[in-house]
């Protein structure tokens, strides 16, 4: 072989080792687009464990199983009316835990609150995505979901960006790299069940308070109701139900969840001896009010979107 001859193999074999190179990294490119654009929710196992409750909470019937029939109006106010087939009907039948648990933690931990009234009988992805945001929009998207109402599953990522679940439906995926996102045609077109949580597993990795301010306005605290949002940049919480008295006056039940992601759940406070899971108009239209050890003032006051 001549030195010619060596040379240009040498060449031949210096291009070959580049080209290679480059389709691996394309490969791996490829490989990290499709996992970034293809998650998977995967429900995680909750451990279940009484919490030994030492106290009473107000207006409790430690039997009932839902929202409605677990915690009763306080003597003088009775239920706002729901209309069939609302989000406020939908919470009020929402299934609950037994009485006296401790909240699960996606972990398989449990974490023990004398803020808690009840624990929704809901789940919670392994990947510990369902927190304070998140929890509200799950019950927000599986409200739509489950009444048929797929056009209004849609939210904001924190960068404005809008993540669409007919797009999803139709086999559009979100790319998402620092804060800049766009959608791909990246799936074959599906609405299975499991489609659904992996598209809302993609929200609640790029959605939160941010998004939820960015989606909702302010309103006054008298115009409060069911649906209606609680929420500055630190933290959220929905209001779950509302009672109404004879002279006007309301009050509410407040659900949140926090980090680590736990399964969504009422609040209580303590007034002296009284523990009641029950908040007031007066109280909710303080300057300042706390909710669940977070401070909030008029301006968390808000509704997302149209309502409920």
Not at 3 to 17: M, R, T
Not at 65 to 87: D, Q
Not at 96 to 122: E, H, Q, R, W
Not at 269 to 278: N, R
């Amino acid at each position: 072989m001549t030195q010619k001859q060596i040379v240009s193999e040498k060449k031949s074999g210096a291009k070959l080792s580049v080209r290679i190179v480059l389709l691996c990294c394309l490969a791996l490119l490829l490989t990290a687009a499709f996992v970034r654009t293809h998650p998977r929710w995967k429900a995680a196992e909750l451990t279940i464990e009484a919490a030994g409750r030492f106290f009473e909470i107000e207006d409790l019937e430690p039997d009932g199983v839902t929202l409605e029939t677990r915690i009763l109006p306080p003597e003088g106010y009775t239920r706002v009316p729901a209309e069939e087939g609302s989000f406020a009907e939908y919470l009020r039948q929402y299934p609950l835990m037994p009485d006296d648990t401790k909240i699960p933690a996606y972990d398989g931990s449990t974490i023990n609150s004398t803020d808690v009234a009840c624990i929704f009988d809901i789940s919670l992805g392994n990947e510990g995505y369902q927190q304070c945001a998140d929890s509200v929009i799950r019950l927000y998207s599986d409200y739509f979901y489950e009444t048929g109402q797929y056009e209004r599953i849609s939210f904001q990522f924190s960068n404005g960006d809008e993540c669409s679940y007919n797009n999803w439906c139709k086999g559009k995926r979100m790319l998402v790299l620092g804060g800049l996102s766009c959608e791909l045609p990246a799936a074959l077109p599906g609405d299975s069940r499991q489609k659904y949580m992996n598209y809302l597993k993609e929200v609640m990795r790029y959605a939160g308070t941010i998004s939820l301010l960015n989606e909702s306005e302010v309103i006054p605290a008298g115009e409060l109701r069911t649906g209606d949002i609680i929420c500055n940049e630190g933290h959220v919480v929905m209001i779950a139900d509302t009672a109404v008295n004879d002279r006007g006056e309301k009050c509410y039940l407040i659900g949140q969840s926090f980090i680590p992601a736990v399964c969504f759940h009422i609040l209580t406070h303590a007034e002296g001896k009284t523990v009641s899971p029950w908040f007031t108009q007066e109280q909710l239209s303080k300057e300042r009010f706390s909710l669940g050890g977070f401070s909030f003032n008029q301006n968390a006051i808000r509704r997302w979107k149209e309502g409920f």
